[in-house]
T-cell receptor, first 113, second 116 residues
Framework: AQSVAQPEDQVNVAEGNPLTVKCTYSVSGNPYLFWYVQYPNRGLQFLLKYITGDNLVKGSYGFEAEFNKSQTSFHLKKPSALVSDSALYFCAVRDGDTDKLIFGTGTRLQVFP | DVKVTQSSRYLVKRTGEKVFLECVQDMDHENMFWYRQDPGLGLRLIYFSYDVKMKEKGDIPEGYSVSREKKERFSLILESASTNQTSMYLC???????????????FGDGTRLSIL
């Protein structure tokens, strides 16, 4: 079955430190991968995507993600966290069989001053 | 920028009522989606539409229906609201290419629906 997993419900990091939000996937065929962010009482905002090409993808607000085919992972990263990065982050993957987007359960990022 | 507007941010209804959630997008997108978001479950697809008057069931269509009479508007209907439909509902749209399009989906700010 196609799936995406975000193993951490919450990630805590101090402002200025690097952050990583983890995502692993399982799909047939080539994966199309997405990261979205949700601020309180708002909808999801697109951060970045991997379709093909360079394994390191750069996105909005200084975020980047590394696609690792052998580990079937697409971890979200940022070199220096800001308090304003505190939000709920969702990883999503296209299901190659049905073309649906499958979302992870979300990871809450808390950046402390 | 793409604007996806959901008509209500908060809505309170009673069990058994027929409930309409409206969504409008302004970028002439072919594809529109309705999700519900529940803590610990992520987003689950209820219905989607590739074009006017077209609709397809998602993963959890039971108790819901949709209407797409105009390209820019996609309505979600709870035929007879029940308490287990209390949730955050999110509408999204994207350019053509189907569900599997490599284009990102653009989301509205959501409607938090409470069924009493």
């Amino acid at each position: 079955a196609q799936s995406v997993a975000q193993p951490e419900d919450q990630v805590n990091v101090a402002e200025g430190n690097p952050l990583t939000v983890k995502c692993t996937y399982s799909v047939s065929g080539n994966p199309y991968l997405f990261w979205y962010v949700q601020y309180p009482n708002r909808g999801l905002q697109f951060l970045l995507k991997y379709i093909t090409g360079d394994n390191l993808v750069k996105g909005s607000y200084g975020f980047e993600a590394e696609f690792n085919k052998s580990q079937t992972s697409f971890h979200l990263k940022k070199p220096s966290a800001l308090v304003s990065d505190s939000a709920l982050y969702f990883c999503a993957v296209r299901d190659g069989d049905t073309d649906k987007l499958i979302f992870g359960t979300g990871t809450r990022l808390q950046v402390f001053p | 920028d793409v604007k996806v507007t959901q008509s209500s941010r908060y809505l309170v209804k009673r069990t058994g009522e027929k409930v309409f959630l409206e969504c409008v997008q302004d970028m002439d997108h072919e594809n529109m989606f309705w999700y519900r978001q529940d803590p610990g479950l992520g987003l689950r697809l209820i219905y989607f539409s590739y074009d006017v008057k077209m609709k397809e069931k998602g993963d959890i269509p039971e108790g819901y229906s949709v209407s797409r009479e105009k390209k820019e508007r996609f309505s979600l209907i709870l035929e007879s609201a029940s308490t287990n439909q209390t949730s955050m509902y999110l509408c999204a749209s994207t350019q053509s290419g189907g569900l599997g399009s490599n284009q990102p989906q653009h989301f509205g700010d959501g409607t938090r629906l409470s069924i009493l």
